[in-house]
């Protein structure tokens, strides 16, 4: 299972819930110290080494922190 945005709030509840004996892997910008998350950018995963394929769960939680940026600027059409 993958997790992305790992450090925010929701992340870091479910990285700390799921059961110790399942495969989880964490993905946010920011480091800390769970050695199961890595830093990278959502949208560049595959610089981490990781590809969406190597995972059969995806839970997107990364979110862009700026104030700023709203459904006008996203990269992703929304309908």
Request: hydrophobic share 45%; proline share 6%; glycine share 12%.
């Amino acid at each position: 299972m993958l997790i992305s945005g790992a450090y925010g709030n929701v992340g870091s509840c479910l990285m700390a819930g799921f059961p110790d004996t399942w495969r989880i892997t964490g993905i946010d910008a920011k480091p800390g110290n769970d050695p199961r998350v890595l830093v990278g950018n959502i949208k560049e995963m595959k610089l981490t080494g990781l590809l969406a394929a190597d995972f059969d769960v995806a839970i997107h939680l990364a979110a862009d922190p700026d104030e700023a940026h709203g459904f006008a600027n996203c990269s992703i059409p929304i309908s």
